[in-house]
């Protein structure tokens, strides 16, 4: 027990939601333990200046991005928005409560894999300074460097929760859908599957000013329009073949501008479903069945065209007892606890890196 250590897991995700935290006892190997879990929403203040900034650094060439001393005036207010949101949401939710590290992912602003770059923004400094903790931050970058595509990163973690059950599939639905395939004698893969949450997410607010739909309400009321699905479906990225990941902004919804508001959330949740569909046939066996994590395991829409789609069982972790709402907080706490026991947090069948690689940069109190 003596590598056993209490962590405090902190994840901001692209759908700009917040941050959702968790407190893990872990070894960063099978001694893994929830002992709470939390969310603190963005103010909206920040949350539209993020995504007015992954709008705008769409079009900034990496250079622009790279060195934080060339960094543009909006990037460095957006980098101490999030450090401070990070820094009240922890105070907030620990109170007296002490952990003897952090696992701080900080927030995507850009993922570019095919160029080797990746920036998630927010302060590790920062926070151990105030919070008289060490901080794990910047998990992609060791990755990256190792000729790897920086994401996903919980797929390590989701074999370690999920026990012994084999072949299964574990399917994020966050901002982008990322898929873990876990099949027998330690075989692994793991990719972004396509779009989750985010481009509905930007639909049903542009349409209607609500932040989601909520339980796939909307959707469940229009019908998908398989002209503009296929449209969508056609784009290059679903014939890559894995390991391989996704920027929130590597797909737009030009093919539903047309729409009805109803008709728009449906083809939109159709082609998260049918991009879930076509990464599944990338795996070595069908998984006997799926385990529902992230946001969008709420959406019954979703959850309905994916089993439609698939032909597989889809159940919530939650069912499971994983606290679905914080599982990637909490992997990245396992992740932290990885880091300083210098042990890998990818392998070349996660994110195409050339050999396993720990990574993180640990920031002292």
């Not at 543009?72 to 939710?93: C, G, K, S």
């Not at 739909?213 to 784009?235: I, N, P, Q």
Request: charged content about 20%; aromatic content about 6%.
């Amino acid at each position: 027990m003596s590598d056993v250590k209490t962590v405090l897991g902190l994840m901001s995700g692209t759908s700009l939601d917040g941050i959702d935290m968790a407190v893990l006892e872990t070894d960063g190997e099978a001694h893994i333990k929830l002992q709470r879990d939390g969310f603190v929403p963005y103010s909206d203040s920040t949350r539209n200046l993020l995504r007015y900034l992954l709008d705008d650094t769409a079009a900034w060439p990496t250079e622009k991005m790279t060195n934080r001393a060339d960094w543009p005036d909006m990037l460095l207010e957006a980098e101490q928005a999030v450090t401070q949101a990070h820094l009240v949401a922890v105070r907030e939710f620990m109170g007296e409560g002490e952990v003897a590290l952090v696992g701080f992912h900080g927030q995507t602003i850009s993922h570019r894999p095919d160029e080797g770059f990746t920036l998630q923004i927010g302060s590790g400094q920062e926070l151990a300074t105030a919070l008289h903790c060490d901080v794990v931050g910047q998990f992609r970058l060791a990755d990256m460097a190792a000729g790897g595509q920086g994401a996903p990163l919980a797929p390590l973690f989701h074999a370690a929760l999920a026990g012994e059950e084999r072949p299964l599939g574990v399917l994020n639905l966050g901002g982008v859908g990322n898929l873990t395939w876990l099949g027998a004698d330690d075989a692994i893969l793991a990719f972004d599957t396509g779009p989750a949450n985010a481009l509905l997410d930007d639909w049903v607010k542009q349409k209607t000013g609500a932040r989601y739909d909520e339980d796939g309400a909307l959707a469940m009321r229009g019908t998908v329009d398989e002209v503009a699905l296929a449209t969508l479906m056609a784009h290059p990225y679903f014939d890559t073949k894995p390991p391989k990941s996704l920027d929130r902004l590597s797909f737009d919804g030009a093919a539903v501008l047309t729409l009805s508001d109803a008709d728009g959330a449906a083809t939109l949740t159709a082609f998260t479903a049918e991009a879930v569909a076509r990464g599944l046939a990338h795996c070595l066996e069908p998984p006997s069945k799926v385990i529902m994590c992230g946001g969008g395991r709420h959406n019954k829409a979703l959850s309905e065209m994916l089993r439609a789609r698939t032909q597989i069982e889809f159940i919530d972790c939650d069912v499971l007892g994983w606290h679905g709402d914080s599982l990637e907080a909490q992997a990245f706490a396992w992740l932290a606890m990885r880091s300083v026991r210098k042990m890998p947090l990818s392998r070349p069948e996660t994110t195409g890196v050339s050999e396993p690689v720990s990574g993180g940069i640990l920031f002292r109190a």
